[in-house]
């Protein structure tokens, strides 16, 4: 059975400041997936990272991906309020024709 | 509009009554997905479609039934719906490249509750 931890649950950074999610996951797979959602809002999609070492930037967030460890890093730099959200990692396991298990979230605030 | 829409985007109905949420997407892709979200356990697969008239159960499907009779729609029901099934539902849809399934795109939610 597939399962994906991230941590922590719940964050609260100051502006300005750098800090990392970490997302892991307990069996082989394909694609790893970031997500965002606002409060009350849908969930969008922020990185999809195919392959061992991908990395990708968007801003002041960057993924990366170590399949050989199982894990997946969302750094945030220099954070600003916007970023405020909660953040989802999702996995597609190998053969699964893209059904996704998700991580809980990781519930991010920035504050000034 | 293109994209990913749900129906209604708010319900409120009672036990044991029968509930149909709506799904429509306007990219043709192949696959669809119906997820629930509650708080503690994140996001759960119900029902996922590759196709029309193409389902399968994902990790929470009791009480839940899907059709899929055109590929732009994936209407899930609750049959005889329970207090547990409260909750925000979110419909996905992706395509298949390269044998394997790209990102998957959300509708809005659909905040169903059940007095």
């Known amino acids: 059975e597939l399962k994906v931890e991230q941590n922590p649950l719940f964050l609260s950074m100051q502006e300005g400041k750098n800090y990392t999610i970490y997302c892991n996951y307990s069996?082989?797979?394909?694609?790893l997936y970031w997500y965002r959602q606002d409060p009350g809002k849908s969930l969008e999609s922020l990185f999809v990272?195919?392959?061992?070492?991908a990395v990708k930037q968007e801003g002041r967030l960057m993924a990366s991906l170590d399949t050989k460890a199982r894990l997946s890093t969302l750094h945030i730099t220099a954070a600003v309020h916007d970023l405020s959200a909660t953040y989802f990692c999702a996995v597609d396991m190998r053969g699964s024709q893209g059904n996704l298990i998700f991580g809980k979230g990781t519930k991010l605030s920035v504050k000034p | 509009d293109a994209g990913i829409t749900q129906s209604p985007r708010y319900k409120i109905t009672e036990t044991g009554r029968q509930v149909t949420l709506m799904c429509h997407q306007t990219w043709s892709h192949s696959y669809m997905f119906w997820y629930r979200q509650d708080l503690g356990h994140g996001l759960r697969l119900i029902y996922y479609s590759a196709a029309a008239d193409i389902t399968d159960k994902g990790e929470v499907p009791d009480g839940y039934v899907v059709s899929r009779s055109k590929t732009e729609n994936f209407p899930l029901t609750l049959e005889s719906a329970t207090r547990s099934q409260t909750s925000v539902y979110f419909c996905a849809s992706s395509e298949w490249t390269g044998g394997m399934a790209d990102t998957q795109y959300f509708g809005p939610g659909t905040r169903l509750t059940v007095l």
């Open positions: 990272l195919l392959s061992n070492g």
């Open positions: 069996t082989t797979s394909d694609r």
